[in-house]
């Protein structure tokens, strides 16, 4: 079992940046890749970003490319999404997941966070 608390989250007017972490405690953090989705009221669970086991590999949503960052410290067993220049279509509940392979599919995801909210003002 992996357990993952995600935080970081709050309200935010557009152009601004906000910072996610999620902290893994249980199962070695290393041997998972790691993602982050969103989920907007009354929309399907959308992949955002994805990190490789070691950190070498990262790949993003397209409406995210060029915004957010995807990181990890295995070291402390945490995973980071940065995300700047925020628009309001950024708005959701942000959720970190673990997994045996890189993948966009929420369904590929073993282990979820219970999700932080994300609010962006216009």
């Known amino acids: 079992q992996v357990q993952l608390v995600e935080s970081g989250g709050g309200l935010v007017q557009a152009g601004g940046s906000l910072r996610l972490s999620c902290a893994a405690s249980?199962?070695?953090?290393?041997?998972?890749?790691m993602s982050w989705f969103r989920q907007a009221p009354g929309k399907e669970r959308e992949f955002v970003a994805g990190?490789?086991?070691?950190?070498?590999?990262?790949y993003y949503a397209d409406s995210v490319k060029g915004r957010f960052t995807i990181s990890r410290d295995n070291a402390k067993n945490t995973v980071f999404l940065q995300m700047n220049s925020l628009e309001p279509e950024d708005t959701a509940v942000y959720y970190c997941?673990?997994?045996?392979?890189?993948?966009?599919?929420?369904?590929?995801?073993?282990?979820w966070g219970q999700g932080t909210q994300v609010t962006v003002s216009s």
């Open positions: 990190i490789s086991w070691s950190g070498a590999m990262t």
């Open positions: 997941a673990a997994g045996a392979t890189n993948s966009r599919r929420y369904g590929n995801y073993n282990y």
């Open positions: 249980g199962r070695t953090f290393s041997n998972y890749a």
